[in-house]
Nanobody, 123 residues
């Protein structure tokens, strides 16, 4: 078991930045691949970014590539999502997720989920 708690969401203007954190507790964090997903109002939850257990591999949705960066600190048991150049279409609830399987973009790969943190980007 691993418990995930996101933080760092909030209201920001277009072009601004936010850094989301996801703190893990429980099983050995370093063994987990981690992902960030988001769900906008009235839409399906979608993949944002993912990082392998060793942090050697990262994946990004095309919509955030070049603007978002996922980082994994095994010593701190935390995964971060640095979000720059935010746009109104980035407005969503952001969830972090963990898996002991291979890193990937599919939600079904992830067994553990946080409760989500709201990000709102005003125009």
């Amino acid at each position: 078991q691993v418990q995930l708690v996101e933080s760092g969401g909030g209201l920001v203007q277009t072009g601004g930045s936010l850094r989301l954190s996801c703190a893990a507790s429980g099983r050995t964090f370093s063994n987990f691949a981690m992902g960030w997903f988001r769900q906008a109002p009235g839409k399906e939850r979608e993949f944002v970014a993912a990082i392998s257990w060793s942090a050697g591999l990262t994946y990004y949705a095309d919509s955030v590539k070049g603007r978002f960066t996922i980082l994994k600190d095994n010593a701190e048991k935390t995964v971060y999502l640095q979000m720059n150049s935010l746009k109104p279409e980035d407005t969503a609830v952001y969830y972090c997720a963990a898996t002991l399987r291979r890193v990937g973009v599919l939600q079904g790969l992830y067994d553990y989920w946080g409760q989500g943190t709201q990000v709102t980007v005003s125009s």
